[in-house]
């Protein structure tokens, strides 16, 4: 168990004694303490069938309507493949015109439009496809600063509408970050070791710049493949913005001492793409990857930023001069695996971020870098960190935020008036990030750590209910002491699932400690929930570990009691109480 957490352990006299320790022993080692660098090493290998299935509903004085699609293609990197076998769209009523094109970017664009539509129409589009994602070891002698590029990859060096790569404070830090690398490895892991710690996975951002994620240290997947383009451009390293889809089939990390489980949502996603003159176009994904990405991702389309990248997935419609309303919109995703065979082990290395970051083994020339040196110098936009919020004596505290009461399958992306009564219905990156937690024979936890003693009000977790019948109710546990549920204390009130909401989406979902008055001291705790009967209820989580530590979600199932498997998310929950 880390000395960080250790300190959060101990009781309130000896705090700040302990602190001190801390202090010395980091100033004379040095060493990244809280480092979740993870070299990771073997294979996945899937044959999937992929459906998306849109409903659009035109509103009444549409003139003409447009769809239009990006054709995947086949792509081959030293770590993911994909090989495209079969690709094909269905119409409900067949369009009065087909239109096939390709890009500046090599996209091939299929539009598809409709004269004066009336009824409702429904599209479905399939793709057939084998992924494969391998992990051995990379070798690359790619110099830095690079010298010489190919004139179809300069284009991905300048910067865009939501890249700012010229900006001259992004370069005074891209460059102070990457002064004294030799190869494009060492500048580029330098650069994402920068950008994994500062910003937080957040799904409704205001805007999806660099800036804005630079000022707020808030963004979703769009905001982080910006950012992490904008400060490699900065130095002339090219990079390319890939938009696709992710699939939510989880999979497994062997790590020491366990089992990690890593899930995306399903839905569309952003990452990027990095060029490497002796490696060609290798993908990262800057939240949590760098050389690779996992082949639940299916790559669809490619270009300088998201602003560009809008072929795949909108809607265009032209409208009668004094009519109004948008159309009603529904997309829907699903995907079999047909065949998916696949290991990884992770070792975790006493460098890097300190959030979880996984990459291949590459052998080249890099410097192991520890995060107090990656923080050192000013940080030149003012960063928003989540705080407990305090009222008086009352204490709340959690991983707040996510997006309460929405029916994800009828989501509504961005509507522009593009001119003469044209508009434009962007395609939509809020997806679902959830995990059904009443599954037979496995439990959930999520732990959290005081600061100060309080005593304990409600435990909230953003859960929906989807059907069946029982009772839920939370477990309170101490830690074991290295990180894990531990002594059991107390459980709330019991809550039936009659009582939970019908209507769509998640929202705080409130379980009652209060008959209990009881005193929590400082520490690690974790709440696990725990049911009777045969509910059906997902409970909503966010990237990452915005608000603990990285081995702060488990769970266990009846052949395995210990907690063995992390996940590599934190689900969204509040403490509430009164401080002491």
Known sequence: MSIFFRIRLINAMSHRLYLFIFILISYFLYSPLFAENYILNGN??????????????????????VLS????????????????????????????????????????????????????????LFIDTHNQT??????????????????????????????????????????????????????????????????????????????????????????????AATFMRAVGIPVRIVNGVTLKEPYQIQVSGGTLSMRMAQ????????????????????????????NRFIRVEVGLDNDETVNDGTVRWTKIRGSTGSPKY??????????????????KQNYGPRKMLFTPKVETVFAQVAFEAMSAGPV???????????????????NLEFPENLNFFEIMGEIEDT?????????????????FVTTEGKKFAQTFILEDPIVLDTVSLALQKFGGEGQLW????????????????????????KTLPKNYGYQWINFDFQKELLILQPGRYWIALAYTGSPVVNWFFTYGKPVGPDDGTRFNTMFDSSWSHSLAYEFNYRVVGKRQ
């Not at 996945?44 to 004085?61: A, D, F, H, L, T």
């Not at 529904?330 to 070792?347: P, S």
């Not at 305090?390 to 709340?396: A, D, L, M, T, V």
Request: net charge negative.
């Open 380 to 398: 030149f936009f003012e960063i928003e960190k989540p705080r407990p919020v305090s009222k008086e004596k009352r204490f709340i505290y959690g």
């Open 69 to 124: 699609y990006v054709e995947p293609q086949s792509f081959y990197s030293p770590s993911y493949k994909q090989q495209i076998q079969k690709f094909h769209i269905d119409y409900s009523y067949p369009p009065e015109d087909i239109q096939r094109s390709e890009d500046a970017r090599g996209n091939v664009i299929i539009q598809a439009s409709w004269e004066n539509p009336v009824k409702p129409l429904k599209v479905d």
């Open 134 to 227: 391998d992990l051995d070891i990379l070798e690359t002698d790619a110099e830095f600063p690079i010298l010489s590029l190919p004139g179809e990859v300069t284009p991905y060096t300048q910067p865009s509408k939501f890249v700012f790569s010229n900006h001259p404070q992004i370069i005074q830090k891209a460059q102070a970050l990457t002064w004294d690398a030799t190869t494009e490895f060492d500048a580029v892991q330098k650069i994402l070791t920068w950008i994994v710690d500062r910003i937080r996975y957040v799904q409704s951002p205001e805007d999806y710049s660099a800036i804005y994620s630079l000022k707020t240290g808030r963004g979703n997947c769009q905001n982080y493949s910006h950012l």
């Open 474 to 497: 939370i477990e309170l546990y101490s830690d074991d002491g290295h990180g894990k549920p531990g002594e059991y204390k107390t459980g709330s009130a019991i809550k039936s699932l």
């Open 44 to 65: 996945q290998s899937s044959n999937i069938v992929y459906q998306m299935e849109q409903q659009i509903k035109p509103v009444r004085g549409t003139k003409r309507l």
């Open 267 to 294: 839905g569309r996603h952003s990452w990027i793409e990095v060029y490497f003159p002796d490696l060609g176009w290798v993908p990262f994904d800057p939240q949590q990857m760098q050389l690779f990405v996992s």
């Open 330 to 347: 529904k997309e829907m995703i699903n995907a079999q695996f047909q065949q998916d065979h696949g290991q990884f082990m992770a070792a």
């Open 419 to 435: 001119g003469g009564g044209a508009m434009l219905l962007k395609k939509n990156f809020m997806v679902e990030t959830a995990e």
